[in-house]
C-alpha cells in the first residue's frame, strides 16, 4: 500500500486533535473504503512515529514531542 501513490487522492489526516492519524481521501479510493461522519472516506491507521499504515495504532506519550500519539506496536516498545 502507498498512500502517495501518483494520481491518487489518498493522504493521511489527523482524525481529532492529538488523536491517530488515518489514511484518507475526500473521494472513495483504494485503500480509503470506509465513509466517515466529517467529510470523505478513511482507510488504515497511520503511525505517528514511522508513518506507515498498520492494522492498529496505540496511544502513547510520545516524549520527544512531549504529547500525547498514536504509534505501531513496533514504535511503541521502542518508545518504552
Ligand atoms: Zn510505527
Redesign the pocket.
Known sequence: MTPAAAGSTVGTKRMWANGPLRLWSPIRASGCQMPLANSGFGGAYV?G??L?PVAGVYRVFDRLQGQQSW??A??KNRAK
Open positions: 503511525c512515529a514511522c506507515v504509534f505501531c513496533m514504535c
